[in-house]
């Protein structure tokens, strides 16, 4: 019900129009979208639940808000597409009152703004329970470039952006006692990175326009977790390089840690070296750090020269560990 | 995550392609649609939770995942659109196991059969609190005919589908210990409408395909909240007249019953012949209610010639009664 919001004033009005792909918005029974000419359109949510994914102890409303539109957007930038259009569905306890609220929606309303996202719909609720925030990402991407997981093949390129294992290490912090507002330094980034993840829709995009990934991920399980899905959509196998991970922590939290949010991809080696140049272009490093090959599905750890298989640890958020 | 349901291999084996409008489903970072030629794409979402929307006591999991699907559905033919692909966000509390899970799912795998429906995408979660159930509906529409609320006129029919108040008849019985199972008869037939509505898809799309609605919304919260929605986004008044509703029920029932799912539409007085032949076509009861006019967002009630303001008392679901 896109109109359940007709009772939120505030949000209708803020949720200004900042797509020509929106047709109609907040107000009616549903919203109408109408992708450019020539895209498809691609959707996906994802769901957040307090005690689950998230804890009032060190998230405020905003950065919970953030955290809800920016996994969704990696979804976006995942599959290469450029997002316009979101949905919110959220169930508040009523302890929680109007102000926060506002401020969840204060913390969308940012970042959705800097995407020229608009905010279409949604649907409200009160909650006997915890928060609830369901995200529904809509975006656009030309035919046939879609970043899928199913397009590596053996001898490609294995790259991801950024850095590994951070936001493992913020969320290590934060359960230790360490807050947002009160850390310093890279104590400081990595708990931002956990909290306020930074989608990568740029890259997405160079990769889908330029025709330079085979097939791409986001990082929201963890490294091991996610390179497997790659590797089963495509029928190959791979061999990760531990020396050549991109990070400053414990090879464990680089390899295991979820909620990174940086892109995974496989490339030609052919177009290694355009690859390697939008590190420039976007202002974000792109390490190679293996090789599709080896036996179907099978995932391998290169670590000084002995191979050994790399088992996927679930990254189950932390109120399940 | 549309990837999150690589863990759930049984929902991606039966989301089995139902619509050629789906490019990509279940399996990667986001599904890819493809709405037909000269199509707009219609969005909504529906929340419902446990405790605020249905109850554990006296809803089957098949008939929440039913529910979960029909009421956006039902967004769906108030736009006159057809809907075709659906993503569900689930959370559920760890104590009912994986078969309320399967059970739920076939719920929704019934109805979206029905109406070719394709399940393309969704995110799960435990839940330390309720069961939530974001449902996401996508569907198309002809450019230029979709049904907003927007278009009604000073002079136009306000005509309703079906019957109303039995979905809040049913509610009291169930309140008052009545069970489903053991019911029978016009009681039975109350407790269904209002666990398992069936959304109003052919008749909202006739109204858009013969261009016979100025503006439609469909009944969720109630005739006197939703009738207002139709005025106030139009701007116009309209008068209802008592006499003529379509109920069985108390006239509180018919006039404030949340969660009956037919359509409320308004209708140029040229085409009532048009409208009311759809009772044949369709097999559903269509009644002229009362016609727009007077005083503008102004909702009057003619009960046997006296004119009085109807107030929108608000359908709060169960819960908070």
Chains 1, 2 share one sequence.
């Not at 918005?25 to 639940?49: E, K, M």
């Not at 922590?249 to 290694?272: D, I, T």
Request: proline fraction near 4%; include cysteine.
């Amino acid at each position: 019900v896109s109109g359940e919001f007709d009772r939120i004033a505030e949000i209708r009005r803020r949720a200004a129009r900042r797509s020509s792909s929106v047709v109609l918005g907040i107000g009616d029974d549903a919203a109408l979208l109408r992708p450019a000419p020539g895209c498809d359109t691609a959707i996906s949510t994802d769901l957040i639940v307090e005690g689950v994914h998230f804890n009032l102890d060190w998230a405020s409303a905003e950065l919970i808000g953030h955290k809800a539109l920016a996994v969704s957007v990696s979804d976006m930038a995942a599959m290469g597409a450029r997002p316009f259009a979101a949905l919110f569905s959220i169930a508040l306890p009523a302890a929680l009152g109007d102000e926060f609220q506002r401020r969840l929606y204060a913390g969308i309303f940012a970042l959705a703004g800097r995407f020229a996202i608009q905010i279409v719909g949604g649907d409200s609720s009160s909650s006997p329970g915890p928060v609830f925030v369901d995200s529904v990402l809509v975006g656009e991407v030309e035919r046939g470039r879609a970043l899928r997981r199913s397009g590596a093949r053996p001898g490609d390129d294995l790259w991801v952006s950024g850095t590994l294992g951070s936001s493992a290490w913020g969320l290590e912090l934060l359960r230790g006692g360490a807050r947002l507002e009160t850390s310093a330094g890279s104590d400081h980034d990595a708990i931002l990175t956990h909290l306020a993840p930074e989608p990568r829709v740029a890259l997405g995009r160079a990769l889908a326009e330029r025709r330079l990934a085979a097939a791409a991920i986001d990082l929201s399980d963890g490294l091991s977790s996610d390179v497997r899905h790659l590797c089963e959509e495509s029928h190959v196998g791979v061999v990760i390089e531990a020396a050549a991970l991109p990070t400053h922590r414990p090879l464990e939290a680089a390899l295991h840690g979820g909620e990174q949010f940086e892109l995974l991809f496989a490339s030609r080696p052919a177009v290694a070296s355009d690859v390697a140049e939008l590190t420039d272009v976007l202002g974000l490093s792109l390490t190679r750090i293996g090789r599709f090959g080896g036996p179907q599905d099978r995932v391998l750890l290169d670590n000084d020269g002995t191979t050994s298989p790399l088992s996927a640890k679930g990254w189950d958020h932390f109120a399940s560990r």
